[in-house]
């Protein structure tokens, strides 16, 4: 079967650094994402991944390794707005995504 | 603004009813997608079309049709709607019709549906 895994929810402190894991279990990879979604809004995106390794993009930052089916995006200098959903998604084929269900991040002050 | 335009935003349906969601880009990108997004679930893919005049379907398909008839436009009709089809409904577009992985999807800013 064709499996995404995240954490559901997480809480971290503002201006600290947060690790969100993703793995994954599909039939065919050519890549994974990341995408943000705020309450009530669209998913916007972040991150893509294709390579093994770290991508790193001003505070944010996306590692992955395919022999482990494994990604995870790195959050610095947490900030209160930074407090959304975080959906990790693996590309098979052309234009099949299959997602995760979201990692809720909460910020505290 | 360029971007992707759902209508409407929020909708409350009778079963049985028939009812379609309307999503219109500007930025002049091949592809379009339509998920839905339940609570506790990542977004399901309906149906999507490569480029105009063709459509496929995704992974829930059952209960939904589209059509593509023109490079902007992608509506999704719910022929007659089930309390099961209770979701929010985004509609996406990327800028290459075959390979995604070049670029990133768009997304409206969803659709509420209730069906009861």
């Known amino acids: 079967g064709q499996n995404i895994d995240q954490p559901t929810e997480m809480t971290a402190t503002e201006g600290a650094i947060v690790q969100i894991n993703c793995t994954y279990q599909?039939?065919?990879?050519?890549?994974l994402f990341w995408y943000q979604q705020h309450a009530g809004e669209a998913p916007t995106f972040l991150s893509y991944?294709?390579l093994d390794g770290l991508e790193e993009k001003g505070r944010f930052s996306s590692f992955l390794s395919r022999s482990k089916g494994y990604s995870y995006l790195l959050l610095k200098e947490l900030q209160m707005k930074d407090s959304a959903s975080y959906l990790c998604a693996v590309l098979q084929g052309n234009y099949q995504l299959i997602w995760g269900a979201g990692t809720k991040l909460i910020i505290k002050p | 603004i360029a971007g992707i335009t759902q209508a409407p935003t929020s909708q409350i349906l009778a079963a049985g009813r028939r009812m379609t969601l309307r999503c219109t880009q500007d930025m002049r990108h091949n592809a379009m997608y339509w998920y839905r997004q339940d609570l506790g679930l990542g977004l399901r893919l309906i149906h999507y079309s490569n480029t105009a005049g063709t459509t496929g379907k995704g992974e829930v398909p059952d209960g939904y049709s589209v059509s593509r008839a023109n490079t902007d436009d992608f509506p999704l009709t719910l022929a007659s709607a089930v309390p099961s089809q209770t979701s929010v409904y985004f509609c996406a577009s990327s800028d290459s019709s075959t390979e995604l992985n070049t670029g990133e999807l768009f997304f409206g800013e969803g659709s509420r549906l209730t069906v009861l």
């Open positions: 991944n294709v």
């Open positions: 599909t039939s065919g990879f050519n890549g």
